[in-house]
């Protein structure tokens, strides 16, 4: 593909002018200021950062590369996890941000102990390595290589680890969430425009819904045996991925903890939210027009859905291609280098939130408890070496993701098997006084166990396992969670102190009630939250 030298000025440009601006912008004088960005953020910096730390290889590239397969289906993923964002800003949002941890494992162990601290760490570690920062420099590296085509992609991979290294380790946090802010900007406003120069291109809204809206291509709701999203598994599956992507990832609630208060958390969460909503338009249609349009310039494809392997064999198509694709066909010279640095430096502050997350999880998880004596200089630096680290890692296991049919399919199923036991033992927890410290790790470790042998089962020994992974992540959560039930009523009383601080009561849904008397409605985050589940449905019964 033929990019302007206009356009690659402008590229190099952009991304040389956010690395400026985000070291600086970065804080790093103490451990508080450098993971946590000083706890001072405010409600749209926090939604924006959420947005931008969110829109990775799973909502951009991958969203467009399924909405090519299979349509709009792969928005149940966002709209019932707006859903998601509105049950965490309630309920236990306020649980985080008042105790004032740096991760989410330290939460574990204040409601339970440190076992099941540390092995939600090591998990949350694990994957933040192989799903999140992986499969980002992956997306990051199929941008470059369109535009650089003689490039390796070994090597590209490598300068887009360096790009986002280079700012968030030296700045930690704050330089990360700055950068953000330009960042999602650009990305809403140029998907925004490829959108209205997408549907021009296939003739309007009335031609895209004359060619797909006879069959499955614009609808929500999908037969049981959907090879995307069945309809069962939207409404009990995708749930418990969207929890723990938006309420249980160090990578997204690190960013929520930076918030000055409860208030802004709240409304930065449900701001993003808002945002959300506008997926469909901006990243998963702009899919389906490139169907459309021949875009890969492959005659008679044909009418029915195609999974992602076969479209790579049979006629060539990559579909993780299909959005940057879409930018080089439809938009002008200037535009092009506009939205590409857009799409890289949102890529890149995904791979920038994951550095800060993991830093993070093994400075004040592992590392602080090791040396006690540790002040925080030393834990900054402690955190800047254990993001170079998993750089490394990262870069090392990027280049296997090309093994899998497509990005959303990598990351979505391997979540579904690692994220139910957390989930679960996140929801007792909270809501469930009996809960005690053995039960969730029995709890942990038995979801895990259930997680590993289907795995093993499917990638190792090639055994075909004929249910959806919508449907068999409920499944495991039940399984674990019911072995934290029966493991914690067979063992001794949880601390009831813990349980105390930790466990939600309808005292404080009457507390905060009483709080919320006399605040203007667009002020009043159970208003916002209202509108907001309003405007899910609305979308949901738009495209049934």
Known sequence: MNISTIDIAILVAFIVGIIWWALKNGKSQDSTSYFLAGRNMTWPVVGLSLFAASVSSSTLMGHSGEGFITGIAVFNYNWISVLVMVFFALFFLPFYIKSGIFTMPEFLEKRFDKRSRYYFSFITIFGNVFLDAAATLYTGALIIKLIFPEVDMFWIIVIMAAV??????????????????????????????LYFYALDEIGGWEELYSRFGDGVWLKLT????DPTVPWLGMWIGIPILGFY????????????LSAKSIDHGRKGVLFVGFLYLFTLFI?????????????????????????????????????????????????????????????ISALTSTLSATLSSVSTLFTMDFYARYDKNADSKKLVKVGRITSVVVLIFAVVWAP??????????????????????????????????????????????????????????????????????????????????????????????????????????????????????????YKNFRVLSLLLVIACFTMYFMFI
């Open 283 to 343: 990243f998963i249609l702009p899919g389906l027009i490139g169907r459309g349009i021949n875009l890969f310039g492959v005659e008679n494809l044909p009418a029915e859905i195609i999974d992602g392997s076969t479209l790579k064999t049979t006629f060539g198509i990559n579909t993780d291609q299909v959005y940057p694709r879409l930018i080089v066909k439809l938009l002008p010279v200037g535009l092009i280098g506009l939205i590409l640095a857009a799409m």
């Open 222 to 225: 999908r037969p049981i045996n």
């Open 245 to 256: 992507f938006w309420a249980n990832n160090q990578v997204m609630v690190q960013r929520v």
């Open 164 to 193: 986002a290294g280079s700012y968030t380790i030296i700045g930690g946090l704050s330089s990360a969430i700055n950068a953000d802010m330009i960042q999602a900007t650009i990305l809403i406003i140029g998907s925004g425009i």
């Open 400 to 521: 296997f993701i090309a093994n899998f049919d497509s990005l959303v399919s990598y990351y979505q199923e391997v979540v579904s098997y690692l994220a139910p036991p957390i989930v679960g033992t996140f929801f007792l927890g909270l809501f469930w006084k009996r809960s005690n410290e053995y039960g969730a790790l029995w709890g942990l470790i038995s979801g895990i166990v259930v997680a590993a042998i289907l795995m093993i089962s499917k990638y190792a020994l090639g055994i075909t396992i004929p249910y959806h992974f919508l449907l068999i992540a409920p499944v495991v959560m039940v399984f674990s969670m019911s072995i934290n039930v029966i493991v914690s009523l067979m063992t001794r009383l949880p601390d009831p102190e813990k349980v105390a601080q930790n466990t939600w009561t309808v005292k404080i849904w009457h507390e905060e009630t009483e709080e919320l008397k006399g605040i203007v409605w």
